[in-house]
């Protein structure tokens, strides 16, 4: 079957860093997106892995590893408004499925 | 706002019953997927539209079908309504063949509640 793992829950300090992680289990594999979504709201794109290594985009940046089958978000000068939740996705071989993991609820506090 | 339009935004149905959700996709995107998304769970992938034809498709009953118009809107059909299919349904819309993960833009989401 199609998995992807990720922590239910992270919560961290206005200004620090969190690392999501995300490790996935999939049949064929073309690419790891990480999407925020708040409450009531539509997911919104934040960024895409399709080879290894790091991609920067601002406060955040996202990690890929294929031979681990890992990746990770990194979110630094964390804001209160960053508290929401973040779901990795994979674009998996045959068929052109996306699929989503549960998602990580973050909490930024004062 | 990314251009993605979802309508209704709420609706409430009975058991049994069809219904039709609607999403405008973004201007110049050529593929649309649905997702299905319970409370706290992350979205489930129903199917992807490419050019007017079916190219992937979820793990979801034949009652769940589509359709992509010319202008690449798209309807969603859900026929028999069960009560485990209240839910938040997203569209998102991207360019490409649907290979390459281009980033997608999703709507506000109809929220189907089934009584």
Known sequence: ?110 | ETGVTQSPTHLIKTRGQQVTLRCSSQSGHNTVSWYQQALGQGPQFIFQYYREEENGRGNFPPRFSGLQFPNYSSELNVNALELDDSALYLCASSSGTGTVLTEAFFGQGTRLTVV
């Open chain 1, 1 to 110: 079957g199609q998995s992807l793992e990720q922590p239910s829950e992270v919560t961290a300090v206005e200004g620090a860093i969190v690392q999501i992680n995300c490790t996935y289990q999939t049949s064929g594999f073309y690419g790891l997106s990480w999407y925020q979504q708040h409450d009531g709201g539509a997911p919104t794109f934040l960024s895409y892995n399709g080879l290894d290594g790091l991609e920067e985009t601002g406060r955040f940046s996202s990690f890929l590893s294929r031979s681990d089958s890992y990746g990770y978000l990194l979110l630094q000068e964390l804001q209160m408004k960053d508290s929401a939740s973040y779901f990795c996705a994979v674009r998996i071989t045959g068929g052109f499925k996306t699929i989503f993991g549960a998602g990580t609820r973050l909490f930024v506090k004062a």
